[in-house]
């Protein structure tokens, strides 16, 4: 890992806490990543229900998770549900994973059909196959937060699995007038999908990857932190590609952004995936 200076955890400290048609691969697979399946059902494996627990850097452009459930529409997906946890600003200890998940009355634990119809869910039901967390952006390299990042994704790793729930990480991007955040973050956030078997998915270094690319691609907004739209797509995309393994190449749904630009973030967000999961490995999901 980086290790960090002097100036720099300074900064960092002084901070205010912020948030934060599917095609058979077109680029070749890294080593020991096999290519994504042209088949929905198959590439998903079990993560058909995703529930996202994080902050600010989710929800903005009408929430990420949305954008994602677009692409896999875009893709042909059938049976795909996720629903989205968020708290401005905050990090893992803010949340109760156990609350949101349990079943009787937790995330999930209904849902609107038809006319407007409300059909309670099972109880005792497992609700999402897995939960993906995110810290505040720069929790886990704070100086003194940084320990809460690595105790909250063990307890609810543990928590997430007592429900037949398996964990995710995903690791967030440096601002844009700190690009040296970045891999301090994906350091920490590889040490703790490591310790607790998670997979880890790396939106941060495919932010770095598009602005060394394409810097002319605007990803954060004026205030440095939050994404604009063309981040929540690439985020968006980097998460299709990680946790479902599927190939965002090519995609029809662009979130109304410059068709040029799209295929640039689809295919960062491929690469990024294909070469991040070759050296990291995939957690509890293969």
């Not at 058909?48 to 929430?63: C, I, P, Q, T």
């Amino acid at each position: 890992m980086k290790i960090l200076t002097a100036p720099f955890v300074a900064l960092v400290s002084a901070l205010v806490l912020s948030g934060c048609a599917l095609l058979p691969a077109q680029t070749s697979s890294a080593p020991g990543v096999p290519p994504a399946s042209s088949s929905p059902s198959q590439a998903s494996g079990e993560v058909k229900a995703l529930l996202w627990v994080g902050n600010s850097f989710y929800y903005y452009n009408n929430s990420m998770h949305g954008h994602v459930s677009r692409l896999l529409t875009a893709a042909g997906g059938k049976g795909f549900r996720a629903s989205s946890a968020t708290i401005s600003g905050s990090g893992l200890n803010w949340h109760d994973v156990g609350a949101h998940l349990r079943a009787d009355n937790g995330v999930g634990s209904y849902s609107f059909v038809g006319d407007n119809e409300v059909r309670f869910n099972p109880k005792g039901a497992k609700k999402f196959d897995a939960v993906m967390m995110m810290d505040c952006s720069q929790c886990p390299i704070h100086p003194q937060l940084g320990p809460l990042f690595h105790e909250y994704v063990g307890k609810h790793s543990v928590t997430a699995r007592s429900f037949g729930t398996e964990p995710i990480l995903f690791m967030s991007w440096a601002y844009s007038d700190m690009p040296e955040m970045t891999e301090p973050l994906a350091a920490e956030y590889v040490k703790a999908g490591k310790a607790h078997n998670a997979l880890v998915v790396p939106a941060g270094l495919a932010f770095a990857a598009s602005v060394k690319k394409r810097p002319d691609v605007s990803l954060i907004v004026a205030d440095k932190r939050h994404p604009s739209l063309a981040g929540t797509y690439l985020g968006a995309c980097t998460v299709m590609a990680s946790v479902y393994k599927m190939n965002p190449v090519g995609n029809k749904y662009t979130a109304g952004l410059p068709a040029e630009v799209a295929a640039h973030l689809q295919a960062v967000a491929w690469e990024t995936a294909q070469t991040f999961h070759a050296k990291e490995g995939r957690g509890s999901l293969r």
